[in-house]
């Protein structure tokens, strides 16, 4: 399985994904790939729409642990909103400040099929709230202000031109 990872301007990255149904071999090797590919690219995080897949899951390392996150839910927002800047892998080079809120308590079924119920804080909430919105078809852009965005409008074209070459050479990767 060739997973490519996705740049903006991919359709499959503003798709709202879907419930993955079963937890199979099949799939916790998907896992495996993925958590291959996000420690190689550098990433703290990687949804599966980013290589192609509309699906709910993702992968984030907040460099204490790493985590499969499987249909995930965010039941509350804790605390108050930080700036904090963030990155993507789908659009690189790109680095600016983005509000959200401190905390989430989150609900999710890890690569065990066991429900987990927690709730995180700074740079992990930060993570999981970021790849929690891959899942939903936003990215980190859409948040920013729009003097930020228009200092980095002609890159975010650029990228959004090899995003759309990239989509039309791999498609939607389907999964079972
Ligand atoms: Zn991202």
């Known amino acids: 399985m060739n997973l490519k990872v996705r740049l903006i301007g991919d359709p499959v990255l503003r798709k709202k994904a879907n419930k993955v149904d079963k937890i199979d071999e099949e799939f916790l090797n998907l896992l495996e790939i993925m958590t291959e590919t996000m420690y190689r690219e550098d990433g703290v995080g990687l949804a599966a729409p980013q290589v192609g897949i509309s699906k709910r899951f ?12 499987i249909n995930p839910e ?29 905390g989430v308590k989150v609900k999710y079924t890890n690569e065990n099929g066991e429900e987990i119920i927690e709730e995180l ?3 992990t909430a930060r993570i999981f709230q970021h790849e929690y919105d891959h899942l939903e078809g936003i990215l980190f852009v859409d948040k920013v202000s729009t003097a930020a965005k228009a200092k980095v409008k002609s ?5 959004m031109k090899e995003g759309r070459k990239i989509a039309k050479e791999f498609g939607e990767v389907e999964i079972k």
């Open 58 to 69: 993702f992968i984030m390392d907040d460099g204490k642990q790493l985590r499969k996150v």
């Open 74 to 102: 965010i039941i509350e927002f804790l605390g108050d909103e930080v700036v904090f800047e963030e990155g993507c892998l789908s659009i690189p080079g790109i680095f600016l400040n983005v509000k959200r809120p401190e």
């Open 121 to 123: 804080h700074e740079y």
């Open 155 to 159: 890159k975010i074209k650029d990228l």
